[in-house]
């Protein structure tokens, strides 16, 4: 099975910074697009940024000009480097994958459990 393993999260100050890591493994033939997802408590799930395997990024307005997608796909690895953090930040962040498995000719998105951010004084 594939399987998605988020790190990085944790506690920061106002205008600090943090960087995200999820690394995919498993019976994996191609990935499509790599993102960042995040959920605050009470709000819907949003996307936050997302990465194609040709290499072309968008991202959530409110995180434009802070935070920075990149990929590394020999290692299947994304990263989520968060700057200028602000309070609205906090949530749960969320890997996602959309990827070709081994065997199969169809593709799926597939999740990570999360990791926390926390964004406070």
């Known amino acids: 099975q594939v399987q998605l393993v988020e790190s990085g999260g944790g506690l920061v100050q106002p205008g600090g910074s943090l960087r995200l890591s999820c690394a995919a493994s498993g019976s994996i033939a191609s990935i499509a697009s790599m993102a960042w997802y995040r959920q605050a408590p009470g709000k819907e799930r949003e996307l936050v940024a997302r990465?194609?395997?040709?290499?072309?990024?968008n991202n959530a307005d409110s995180v434009e000009g802070r935070f920075t997608i990149s990929r590394v796909n020999a290692n299947n690895t994304v990263y989520l480097q968060m700057t200028s953090l602000k309070p609205e930040d906090t949530a749960v962040y969320y890997c996602?994958?959309?990827?070709?498995?081994?065997?199969?000719?169809?593709?799926?998105?597939?999740w990570g459990q999360g990791t926390q951010v926390t964004v406070s004084s």
């Open positions: 990465i194609t395997s040709g290499g072309s990024t």
């Open positions: 996602n994958a959309n990827l070709r498995r081994w065997g199969t000719a169809s593709w799926y998105d597939y």
